[in-house]
């Protein structure tokens, strides 16, 4: 039973990476914190960098787990303080895309999944009007977030132009603050 389960495991990596590929990507991050709270958020501008692996499911639909090393700063101004920070992250964006292609070479294709974040460092800076300032270390009591993403991808050959939108559904921060971020990216698909 262990051999039949061991081939079986096998043929199915064999056929699956049969249409798969890896890749680099990289871009820029916009990003901001939504909240309940009377509060007034800035967008930041930060990045990302890291690599993927696109598996082709059926016809036109692919599945593309990532690994990004990512900036994604935030500021938010509440009716007595300024809230500034600067964390570093580690993300796994997974998402099921399909493509639409327009000719031999190009195609546009729409993305939708889940994420998870981790927070690695970065700091917190609140500045408050009475002119008291305070930092700390930003993952003191939370480190992780989970929430959705979804975007539209030009691919022309090997490369990937791609405009994403991720929105946290679980909270990054101990105010219930969630992660708004637009993600500007270029890729580029290895091998083939």
Do not use: C, W
Not at 82 to 103: M, Q, R
Not at 135 to 144: G, Y
């Amino acid at each position: 039973m262990k051999k039949v389960l061991a081939v079986t495991v096998l043929l199915l990596f064999i056929s699956i990476t049969g249409y798969s590929q890896f890749g680099v990507t990289g871009g820029i991050n916009l990003s901001s914190l939504r909240s309940d709270a009377d509060n007034n958020a800035n967008i930041r501008l930060g990045a990302h960098i890291g690599g993927f692996y696109e598996v082709r499911l059926f016809n036109n639909f692919y599945l593309q787990p990532q690994l990004l090393f990512s900036h994604d700063p935030t500021s938010v101004k509440y009716p007595r303080a300024e809230e500034t920070t600067n964390g570093y992250y580690i993300n796994l964006p997974v998402t099921f895309s399909y493509k639409i292609p327009l000719n031999e070479k190009n195609k546009i294709g729409f993305d939708f999944g889940v994420y998870y974040s981790y927070g690695l460092f970065g700091n917190k800076k609140i500045r408050y009007t009475s002119e008291y300032n305070y930092s700390e270390p930003l993952f003191q009591d939370h480190h992780a977030e989970i929430g959705l993403i979804g975007g539209v991808r030009y691919e022309q050959d090997s490369y990937i132009f791609s405009t994403r939108i991720r929105y946290g559904l679980i909270s990054r921060t101990v105010i219930d603050n969630k992660v708004l971020l637009l993600m500007l990216s270029v890729g580029y698909k290895l091998g083939k």
